[in-house]
């Protein structure tokens, strides 16, 4: 009986070992942690610096709607193709209006905020 436990420990002991053994750190992934976009860490700014001259509270230069907080600027994704607005090339269609068109890289920042499922923060 001894015997067949310390058998049974010995199986043990080399199962782990095995499974835990890397000898080379090429096969180790390396993990990028990319942060979601939110309203709070990326969007608000973006819609500050280029929307709100037209967009406020009250609204200037007839924008139809205010783009100053979370919901409203949400429901300009949902209901009123703010992302096809910011993303067109047809100047008469693209916001901010007039032009000129924003850095693809701001328009993929909402693009990706959409993306992630609209977050706040
Ligand atoms: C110079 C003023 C001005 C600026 C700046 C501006 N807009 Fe507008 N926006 C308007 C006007 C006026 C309209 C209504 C006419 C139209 O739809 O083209 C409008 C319409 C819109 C609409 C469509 C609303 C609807 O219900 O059809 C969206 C979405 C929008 N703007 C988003 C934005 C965003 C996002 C920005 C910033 C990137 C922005 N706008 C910057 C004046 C502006």
Redo the contacts with the bound molecule.
């Keep these: 009986m001894r015997i067949h436990l310390f058998k049974i420990l010995v199986i043990c002991l080399v199962l782990t070992n095995i499974s835990c053994e890397n000898d080379s750190e090429s096969d180790l992934v390396d993990v990028t942690i990319v942060p979601l976009v939110t309203y709070e860490n990326s969007v608000k700014t973006?819609?500050d610096d280029?929307?709100?001259?037209?967009?406020n509270d009250p609204l200037?230069?007839?924008?139809?709607?205010p783009?100053l907080t979370f919901d409203q600027?949400k429901e300009?994704?949902d209901?009123?193709?703010?992302?096809?607005?910011?993303s067109s090339e047809d100047i008469?269609?693209l916001?901010?209006?007039?032009g000129p068109r924003?850095p693809q890289s701001t328009i993929d920042v909402?693009i990706q905020w959409n993306t992630d499922g609209l977050l706040e923060q």
């Design positions: 973006i819609i280029n929307c709100t001259t037209c967009h200037v230069n007839f924008a139809p709607m783009l600027v300009a994704v209901n009123r193709g703010l992302i096809n607005r910011v008469s269609f916001m901010p209006f007039g924003l909402i």
